[in-house]
């Protein structure tokens, strides 16, 4: 598993871009951000270098932050390859909250909120390669 950074935003011009803003003069390297919004407000999820920096300064700059635990998982680049992810969770009875993709050195990711226990072991015994912290973070305080 790993941590995702949530926020909350007003749905207005340029807030999006003051949040990237924020963490890019941080230091803090996005890999992944996805936006859902309503007529009021957005959210958006985070995969970044150091969550627990990116959440601790979002908060301090006044936007409502925090992190999540999410799986990521190496999807095959075949046709098909997350359909193999999300049939092997479904067939283990886990609820796929929300999921999205992002490329990183050359793999295909997708970070999954699911709702189930085991599901590294689960996903791990099925053979699919799940990425740690490491494989993400570059900061010590991440």
Do not use: W
Not at 70 to 98: C, F, R, T
Not at 122 to 136: C, E, N, R, S, V
């Amino acid at each position: 598993m790993i941590e995702q950074v949530t926020v909350f935003i007003e749905n207005e011009r340029g807030r999006l871009a003051s949040l990237c803003r924020t963490l890019g003069d941080a230091g803090i390297q996005m890999h992944a951000l996805m936006v859902a919004d309503t007529s009021e407000f957005g959210v958006v999820r985070i995969v970044c270098d150091a969550p627990v920096k990116a959440s601790r300064i979002l908060k301090e700059r006044g936007y409502r932050s925090s992190l999540a635990n999410v799986v990521a998982v190496e999807v095959p680049d075949v046709p098909g390859g997350l359909a193999s992810v999300l049939e092997s969770l479904a067939h283990h009875d886990v609820n796929v909250e929300y999921a999205y993709c992002f490329a990183l050195n050359g793999m295909t990711v997708d970070i999954l909120k699911v709702d189930g226990e085991n599901i590294v072991d689960k996903l791990t015994a099925t053979g699919f390669h799940l990425l740690q912290p490491a494989d993400l973070y570059t900061s010590r305080e991440h």
